[in-house]
């Protein structure tokens, strides 16, 4: 699908507006769905966790778990895709009932005009939120970009980064200090499966904790549960998984979350179809028991 690609210019993005106001408007009757489905909380995919897929079998699978959102990114729809690209993109989404709602996870720094192409590119998709990995510089640049486009900046932290000892952001203590005093729309997308990973260097960490420490700033989580003995996502509490999901969704009650919940499997890339069904249903059934405290809608 994605050749001869060039970067999209303002006025193709300005254009595309109209015809996204279309697609968003043609997609409410999933969105309500899927709050149906999940008590109340946006579940989607994350679509790395079928990298070793095509785009369309990519949306196709996500559709065929039982979700209706999605948290694209580039390995699926590169930063450089043209409009008519995107186009195609939102199109194949809603032939199977599938919301863009996420892009990331994003690098940013302080060069403006580059961050800049990346929330017009994420402005055409029609996200609401970019998971990101910002330098320390990028902050002031994304201040504006966030004031602007009305697209969250949501930090992810990695755990272990390569060998290396932690990554930058490899709490919520240490991205709050960060953004503390910059825009309000600049927080985090947890991830709980790094969190875990964590105690690889002895630092054993509560997800549901880390949650009511970014309070509102929440505006995304990665869902995945890991063991640290095989080194392996696995199942939600199964295989030697410690994530309490129960206490996670109580603790997103508890800071009032208004953001999308992403189910990330990195294990079994080449079919993790199975297994990614299972933790859908197990969300499901534990949302039932904690369904969303409020009734704002997104």
């Known amino acids: 699908m994605f050749n001869n690609q060039r970067l999209l210019s303002r006025r193709d993005m300005l254009r595309n507006a109209a015809g996204l106001a279309v697609l968003g408007s043609m997609t409410t009757g999933s969105r309500l769905f899927a709050a149906d489905d999940f008590s109340g909380y946006t579940v989607g995919i994350q679509s790395y966790t079928f990298r070793n897929f095509k785009l369309e079998q990519a949306v196709k699978k996500i559709a065929e778990v039982g979700v209706h959102y999605a948290e694209l990114y580039n390995g699926h729809v590169p930063l450089k895709s043209t409009p008519e690209q995107i186009k195609s993109v939102l199109s194949l989404c809603k032939d199977n009932g ?4 996420a892009f990331g996870v994003e690098g ?3 060069n403006h005009d580059e961050n800049k192409k990346k929330f017009e590119f994420g402005a055409a998709l029609g996200i609401k939120h970019m998971s990101a990995d ?6 002031d640049s994304l201040d504006k970009l966030v004031a602007e486009y009305k697209i969250s900046i949501a930090i992810h932290p990695h ?24 825009h309000e729309l600049i927080g985090t997308c947890l991830d709980t499966g790094h969190l875990i990973r964590m105690a690889q260097l002895g630092e ?3 997800p549901a904790q880390q949650i009511k420490v970014m309070g509102k700033r929440n505006f995304g989580l990665h869902l995945k549960d890991h063991n640290n003995e095989k080194h392996t996502d696995v199942i939600y ?4 998984g ?4 129960t206490s996670v969704l109580k603790a997103l009650n508890d800071v009032n979350f208004a953001g999308y919940i992403s189910i990330e499997y990195e294990a079994k890339p080449a079919e993790p179809t199975a297994d990614v069904k299972e933790q ?4 499901k059934d534990l949302a039932k028991k904690t369904p969303r405290a409020t009734s704002d809608k997104k």
Not at 134 to 139: E, G, I, L, S, T
Not at 280 to 283: A, F, G, K, L, R
């Open 280 to 283: 859908v249903e197990i969300i």
């Open 134 to 139: 910002p330098q320390p510089d990028a902050f």
């Open 108 to 110: 940013f720094g302080k």
């Open 159 to 182: 755990g272990p980064s390569g060998g290396k000892g932690r990554h930058r952001w490899w709490n919520a203590e240490t991205i709050l200090e960060a953004v503390k005093d910059h």
């Open 237 to 240: 509490g199964k295989d030697g």
């Open 204 to 206: 054993k960490i509560d």
């Open 98 to 101: 599938v919301t863009p709602i």
């Open 242 to 245: 410690v994530l309490d999901v």
